[in-house]
């Protein structure tokens, strides 16, 4: 059924800017502080508090357009969105509307091998409102609380053109969108913490047709997991009430985590009138050609460029550059790791292997990781040199990462280096031999697999630190 339709997907995104104060007064933005601690006459709305201009957030914005390739405007303008909220203390939210900071970007995708760019309508700041929290299940117990700490904080609104054609794409878009900011240091974009939110809008129509569907918003999204399984039903929900002769009403819906579907939250004919017009204690916010090329100059490499770059300096595979780059913290790491053993590649493999897998299973980020990107880097180097063998590489790893030591410290301290010496081995293939006869006369019968045994004996005679391809060459001299 759905095959017969296209689906056309637009979305708006708010980060949250990573300023240490609100985007027009002093207070704190910290998360998790006891509620209504970080309020102010600004942010409560008393009468005669003027709001002022955040210059970080406005260069955190600006970061976040050339980033996205929009074009800044030269002129830009607040302006009040009217609306009633309990926690929207002044009665208006002061945002961006038809002057907004940047407009006609675009980001590319890449799904199932095929890359896809997607356009960005328009990116403008605004400040965020309150928090409403409900609490009691029965009528006579029943409170509404509000919350006032995020009120004010600072806003990137990013609306996509309606580009997006599956709810793959949409996760595409939304992965990328959130690297890119991540990246250039505009956000942390912690979505467990509000830092990044998504209003999806969705319709379908028979496919190829020109002429759009009836839109529906999906509110709220804060999970990409959600969102993608938003997106799936809502398209199944339209195709169904299409191909049953049925009509699609331009809604507000919610998605409900617990079913599984979106459920109407209010229709078209309930919409509010937003009565928008030019902030009147905030002069039009000007940024010059020079301003834009000072900030453009401070910021970092974008993901999608370096892991071009990784594939191209490195030697790396797409899949491989595309793990390293997830985060800017990872993307480092790796650099160092690979830059000072002087192996890019074995650099990559212990980075997504050994080491992730550790830190996954101790809960940590790299961030945290307590083995140094200079101590991997010299670990890589101990296998490169041939001190250490892959397998006795993983273990002294083990060891790295619970105490935090150094693998030459390691090394040195329980004399584990690999035992590469041909004359020492031989005694200890001789006396394994010796003892062996049985399984001596089996391999020179031809049962050549029997030659793991011989390996497996050597390897527990030396703790595991002789060389293994050493060992193999001088067994099937000896056996020869």
Known sequence: MQSTYEPVIGLEVHVQLGTKTKLFSRSSTAFGNPANTQTD????????????????????????????????????????????????????????FDQPLAEHGWLEINVNGKTRRIGITRLHLEEDAGK?????????????????????????????????????????????????????????????????????????????????????????????????????????????????????????????????????MRSKEEAHDYRYFPEPDLMPLIVSDEWKEEIRATMAELPAAKRKR????????????????????????????????????????????????????????????????EQLAELVRLIGDGTLSGKLAKEIFSKMFDSGRAAGEIVEAEGLKQISDQGELLKIIDGILADNQKQVETYRGGKTGVL????????????????????????REALG
């Open 310 to 373: 990784f594939v191209e300096q490195y030697g790396l595979g797409e899949y491989d550059a595309g793990v390293l780059t997830l985060t800017q913290a990872m993307a480092d790491y790796f650099e160092q790791v690979a830059r000072k053993s002087g192996n890019a590649k074995a650099a990559a493999n212990w980075v997504q292997g050994e080491l992730v897998g550790a830190l996954n299973a101790a809960g940590k980020s790299i961030e945290e990781s307590p083995v140094a990107a």
């Open 132 to 264: 409403t929290i409900h609490d009691g299940f029965r009528d006579s117990d029943r409170y509404s609380y509000v919350d006032l700490n995020r009120a004010g904080v600072p806003l990137a609104e990013i609306v996509s053109e309606p580009d997006i054609r599956s709810a793959e794409e949409a996760v595409a878009y939304l992965t990328e969108l959130k690297q890119i900011m991540q990246f250039v240091g505009v956000s942390n974009c912690d979505m467990e913490k509000g830092q990044l939110r998504c209003d999806v809008n969705v319709s379908i129509r028979p496919r190829g047709r020109e002429e759009f569907g009836t839109k529906v918003e999906v509110k709220n999204m804060n999970s990409f997991r959600f969102i993608q399984r938003a997106l799936t039903f809502e398209i199944g929900r339209q195709a169904a009430v299409l191909e049953a002769g049925g009509t699609i009403p331009q809604q507000t819906r919610l998605y409900n985590v617990q079913t599984g579907e979106t459920v109407a």
């Open 452 to 475: 793991g045994f011989f390996i497996g004996q050597v390897m527990k005679a030396t703790r595991g630190q002789a060389d293994p391809k050493v060992v193999n060459k001088l067994l």
């Open 41 to 96: 006459p600004v942010t409560l709305g008393l009468p005669g508090a003027l709001p002022v201009l955040n210059r970080q957030a406005v260069i955190l914005g600006i970061k976040a357009s050339l980033a996205l390739h929009c074009e800044v405007r030269n002129f830009s303008r607040f302006a009040r969105k009217n609306y009633f909220y309990p926690d929207l203390p002044k009665g208006y939210q002061i945002s961006q």
